[in-house]
């Protein structure tokens, strides 16, 4: 039997496991030993995430879900989150374990390998974000779930806006694999005033109450 490749996220955290769990050849850990009381930030890298591409999206369904009729909408399971990104293109991202697997069609890509994804979460997720990121997440004018797409810590991004009500911010955002390390850094210095520590994927399963 072949040995399962060994998958690295391009995400670290200088924080102590306290519980880690094996997942299809990735290292996840699911509790850090101090996360502090919030905000949050959680590597989500490990778990799918696909593309979809197609003219007539319409045909699909995703998780169970049609995909968005509006560009930039998102409609959310219970572990996954489909976004409206154009007119043929769609993002579904798994944002807890347990979700179903890529359908077998050709529209479908795994851009998993490619690309990384966090999230912050708790109070102070907006004031934070406003030091990195020109996007304005706090805007009433936006209605979560929702998509934005723009240039976040000066690296393109597909950031979905979770919740916006006062201290129960959340977002998740994804970017390429390669500005993963200099992508903490700035988020974790950003953060630094308002207690942003690393969460394990536990932390992430336990808010979604607060966010879906």
Sequence with gaps: ???IPRRR???IFDARPDRIRDSGG????????DEGRGPYLVDLSHLPRWDLQDSDLSSHFPAGVPVPETIGACAITENVLVSRMNRTQAGIWHLAPGGPG?????????IRENTACLA???PQAFSLSEKVCRLDLSTPGHHPPCLLQGPFGGVPCQVALLENRSGREGF???FSRGYGRDMVKALLAAGREFG????GEDRMTRMKDDFW
């Design 120 to 122: 912050v979460l708790g």
């Design 172 to 174: 998740v955002f994804t």
């Design 196 to 199: 942003l520590r690393p969460a």
């Design 1 to 3: 039997m072949d040995a």
């Design 9 to 11: 996220s391009p995400v």
């Design 102 to 110: 890529m359908p077998d069609e050709p529209a479908f890509t795994d």
């Design 26 to 33: 990735w290292r996840v850990v699911q509790k850090y030993a």
